[in-house]
């Protein structure tokens, strides 16, 4: 069953784009954010990365972390990291368990084919670990900006 608002962030530990564990336990008392996007290096991903990236100090401000999450080895982030000169943490989800515990991991259909692949979803947890917004089959024009939005009207940020 998939994570749903006000349900509590589920337990994960992965590594990040430096080779770096990230835990829950690391986010404990903190919001952060996690948006789930299919590949690195592709148009809707690329573009998505760097408007997060480019609002980063804002987040900062408000003391919420932002994390992309695909199950793309930490060498592809390393390196989709480097190209686009990104300032968010990227995590590796190679086992797909945090992905599959949202429920975005689903079947997928591009010209007539179907295969399996991540379902372009954000999720802003609360300090208190609870999600406290979901943005499901995200449009990537503009979303950065209303994640930040939503950030901003956390009990806990400023």
Not at 61 to 80: A, R, T, W
Not at 118 to 135: E, K, M, Q
Not at 144 to 149: D, M, P
Request: glycine share 8%; with cysteine; hydrophobic share 35%.
């Amino acid at each position: 069953m998939a994570v749903s608002l006000g349900d509590r962030c589920p337990e994960f530990s992965l590594p990040d784009d430096r080779g770096k564990t990230v835990t829950l336990d690391d986010l404990k008392g903190k919001p952060f954010v996690l948006y789930f996007y299919p590949k690195d290096d592709t148009s809707g991903c690329t573009r998505e990365a760097v408007d997060f990236t480019g609002l980063k100090p804002e987040f900062d401000n408000l003391g919420v972390e932002v994390f992309g999450v695909s199950p793309d080895p930490v060498k592809k982030h390393e390196k989709f990291r480097d190209k686009h000169e990104l300032a968010v943490r990227l995590l590796s989800d190679e086992e797909k368990s945090l992905i599959g515990a949202f429920g975005v991991w689903v079947e997928k259909s591009m010209y007539g084919r179907k295969y399996m692949g991540v379902d372009r979803t954000t999720a802003l947890i609360a300090a208190d670990g609870t999600v406290a917004r979901i943005w499901p089959k995200v449009k990537v024009p503009g979303h950065a900006q209303e994640v930040l939005e939503a950030a901003r009207q956390l009990p806990e940020t400023k």
